[in-house]
């Protein structure tokens, strides 16, 4: 054991391994680098508090404790890591790389890699979860919650081992010809494995969309109305987001595989493709606010506090203004009704 990790804590591995990959090495702090930095963080930083504002709505609310609500919220969170990973990333990218042990380098790494695996989790438990409701007609009650807790701490589970596969062994310290250009420590075969993992499980989920539309075009029963309709259209567009941010990462991974060492120039600039992805995460909230209106009132509660308690400070001391009205958690719609145990929802009252 003490041979397989003696490299672990050697601090001129990096160094080596970006030598063996790239062409020149960019060690230059130049102003151009440290506005990128800055925009960056700043990016990660709205990524994290949309994400937070998603979960603090979610879990305040039994209102969006359904089925449906679980798994995007468990979405929020893996896009609330990313922008925390990202930030790391960053900021342990350019110089300080080379001064990382191969330890610290995959721990950084492989952060990114394991918010991305419960990212792509998340997405086939909301298909799985919509094929259930749609195609299958079944209700989810509250004797299911513990399954939807277990499927959601598996998918994390999961994400941890496949995240963590190069630090346990699979990387290719001592075996240089093995290595990744855009991720040096890495061996092109783990990455390849990743990808393609990734891209069988959108291809399923893709699938299960398609299952599910067909279901609903052929069917006459009520849960083909077009609150539905809406609901579906929804959760596909979060698909969409997430392919579109993220195929050209994936390409350039497929890309790294297929390219004999240094020769592949596009490969150098690899991280640009990755800061693209990582809009999924910053647009990934917007979707949900935009088309539920019950998660954007209960997301922008604490904002109208805030402007309530300012309007309060402003009037001090004049006449009174009219008084604000407390925020409901759920719309006119379902007042002096009982919660819809279904995860379908009304349209124009909860689209998610």
């Given at each position: 054991?003490?041979?397989?990790?003696?490299?672990?804590?050697?601090?001129?591995?990096?160094?080596?391994?970006?030598?063996?990959?790239?062409?020149?090495?960019?060690?230059?702090?130049?102003?151009?680098?440290?506005?990128?930095?800055?925009?960056?963080?700043?990016?990660?930083?709205?990524?994290?508090v949309?994400?937070?504002?998603?979960?603090?709505?979610?879990?305040?609310?039994?209102?969006?404790?359904?089925?449906?609500?679980?798994?995007?919220g468990?979405?929020?969170?893996?896009?609330?890591?990313?922008?925390?990973?990202?930030?790391?990333?960053t900021?342990?990218?350019?110089?300080?790389?080379?001064?990382?042990?191969?330890?610290?380098?995959?721990?950084?790494e492989?952060?990114?890699?394991?918010?991305?695996?419960?990212?792509?989790?998340?997405?086939?438990?909301?298909?799985?979860?919509?094929?259930?409701?749609?195609?299958?007609?079944?209700?989810?009650?509250?004797?299911?919650?513990?399954?939807?807790?277990?499927?959601?701490?598996?998918?994390?589970?999961?994400?941890?081992?496949?995240?963590g596969?190069?630090?346990?062994?699979?990387?290719?310290?001592?075996?240089?010809?093995?290595?990744?250009?855009?991720?040096?420590?890495?061996?092109?075969?783990?990455?390849?494995?990743?990808?393609?993992?990734?891209?069988?499980?959108?291809?399923?989920i893709v699938?299960?969309?398609?299952?599910?539309?067909?279901?609903?075009r052929?069917?006459?029963?009520?849960?083909?109305?077009p609150?539905?309709?809406?609901?579906?259209?929804?959760?596909?567009?979060?698909?969409?987001?997430?392919?579109?941010?993220?195929?050209?990462?994936?390409?350039?991974?497929?890309?790294?595989?297929?390219c004999?060492?240094?020769?592949?120039?596009v490969?150098?600039?690899?991280h640009?493709?990755?800061?693209?992805?990582t809009?999924?995460?910053?647009?990934?909230?917007?979707?949900?606010?935009?088309?539920?209106?019950?998660?954007?009132?209960?997301?922008l509660?604490?904002?109208?506090?805030?402007?309530?308690?300012?309007g309060?400070?402003?009037?001090?001391?004049?006449?009174?203004?009219?008084?604000?009205?407390?925020?409901?958690?759920?719309?006119?719609?379902?007042?002096?009704?009982?919660?819809?145990?279904?995860?379908?929802?009304?349209?124009?009252?909860?689209?998610?």
């Amino acid at each position: 054991m003490g041979s397989l990790y003696s490299e672990y804590l050697s601090p001129s591995k990096v160094l080596e391994h970006y030598n063996y990959t790239k062409e020149t090495l960019d060690t230059q702090e130049s102003t151009s680098r440290w506005v990128a930095l800055a925009v960056i963080v700043l990016i990660c930083f709205t990524i994290v508090v949309e994400n937070l504002m998603v979960l603090i709505a979610v879990a305040r609310n039994s209102k969006f404790h359904s089925a449906m609500y679980l798994f995007l919220g468990n979405l929020a969170a893996s896009d609330l890591l990313t922008g925390v990973a990202f930030v790391a990333n960053t900021l342990l990218s350019g110089p300080v790389t080379l001064g990382l042990t191969p330890l610290e380098w995959f721990a950084r790494e492989g952060s990114a890699f394991i918010t991305l695996s419960a990212s792509v989790f998340s997405l086939l438990a909301i298909a799985i979860e919509r094929h259930v409701a749609i195609a299958k007609v079944k209700l989810y009650g509250s004797d299911k919650s513990c399954r939807m807790l277990l499927l959601i701490v598996a998918s994390w589970l999961i994400s941890l081992v496949l995240g963590g596969l190069p630090i346990l062994g699979w990387n290719c310290l001592g075996h240089l010809e093995a290595c990744s250009t855009v991720l040096p420590l890495y061996t092109k075969h783990y990455v390849l494995c990743v990808v393609t993992i990734f891209s069988v499980i959108l291809l399923a989920i893709v699938a299960l969309y398609v299952r599910i539309y067909c279901v609903v075009r052929s069917s006459h029963v009520d849960v083909t109305g077009p609150q539905t309709l809406a609901l579906l259209k929804t959760v596909t567009i979060v698909l969409g987001v997430f392919i579109v941010c993220w195929l050209p990462a994936f390409s350039i991974l497929l890309l790294d595989y297929a390219c004999p060492v240094r020769s592949c120039p596009v490969l150098y600039k690899a991280h640009y493709f990755f800061a693209f992805a990582t809009l999924n995460s910053l647009l990934n909230p917007v979707i949900y606010t935009w088309r539920s209106r019950d998660l954007r009132r209960e997301v922008l509660r604490p904002l109208q506090c805030c402007r309530r308690a300012a309007g309060v400070q402003g009037r001090r001391g004049g006449t009174p203004g009219h008084r604000l009205l407390p925020l409901r958690s759920s719309s006119s719609l379902e007042r002096g009704t009982h919660m819809p145990t279904s995860p379908t929802f009304l349209e124009g009252n909860t689209m998610v």
